[in-house]
């Protein structure tokens, strides 16, 4: 993040992990318009959406459906 911060002079920086994808084409906008908005962009920092895994067990032992924390 701190080299990014250096090669670009951009408002904006979207930061994913190598190993995951975005699913939702709208993603990246809806982050945006959080930025943007006259009131809470300027309390915010950086946009965080929840991650979600394909082939949960029945009971989710492993918590990997982050209900508690996003839903």
Do not use: W
């Not at 699913?23 to 991650?51: H, I, T, W």
């Not at 895994?53 to 990997?64: E, K, S, T, V």
Request: aromatic share 12%; charged share 25%; hydrophobic share 40%.
């Amino acid at each position: 993040v701190r080299v990014s911060a250096v090669l670009t002079n951009s408002p904006f920086m979207l930061n994913l992990d190598c190993d995951h994808y975005i699913n939702n084409s709208k993603a990246v906008r809806e982050a945006m318009c959080f930025l943007m908005d006259p009131q809470l962009g300027k309390k915010l920092c950086y946009v965080q959406f929840p991650q979600r895994f394909d082939g949960i067990d029945l009971h989710d032992r492993y918590a990997n459906r982050n209900i508690v924390f996003f839903d």
